[in-house]
């Protein structure tokens, strides 16, 4: 991560139904290359998804509505403030990249997200002041 010495603004992006979070890398690097800290989401159940004991679960198994894509967005609005501060929200207590904590400000912070991931933007701006 480059550091300017600055806190960088923050920007989360939320995939569509049926999408993942790599498939819009292109805008996210585009944001980023313009000084914003760009925070995707995957979100779980949507997709398949391989958790990390190896169980792998289908989007038949539980379905996944903008309210569930708007909880996973809160949750994830958690964590970057835990950054902001200084604290690794990962489970695993695995090590960030260098010049991470401390480095976003949450007090400049933008979403969008596309097709559920939008609804789901608008529903957590709706409900979260952040």
């Known amino acids: 991560m480059h550091h300017t010495g600055r806190r960088l603004p923050i ?3 939320s995939h ?3 999408s993942h979070r790599s498939d819009h890398t292109i805008m996210v690097q585009e944001l980023a290359s313009h000084g914003f800290a760009v925070v995707t989401v995957d979100h779980a159940h949507d997709t398949f998804t391989e958790f990390p004991d190896g169980r792998v679960v ?3 198994d539980v379905p996944m509505y903008p309210r569930d894509f708007a909880a996973d967005l809160r949750f994830l609005l958690d964590c970057v403030e835990g950054l902001a501060v200084g604290r690794n929200p990962d489970v695993d ?3 960030l990249p260098q010049g991470l904590l401390g480095a976003l400000d949450p007090q400049r912070i ?3 997200g596309c097709s ?3 609804t789901a933007t ?3 701006t ?5």
């Open 11 to 13: 920007i989360v992006y």
């Open 16 to 18: 569509g139904s049926g």
């Open 58 to 60: 289908t989007p038949d």
């Open 93 to 95: 207590g695995k090590a």
């Open 110 to 112: 933008g979403a969008f």
């Open 116 to 118: 559920k991931g939008g």
């Open 122 to 124: 608008a529903l957590t």
């Open 126 to 130: 709706l409900a979260d002041r952040r």
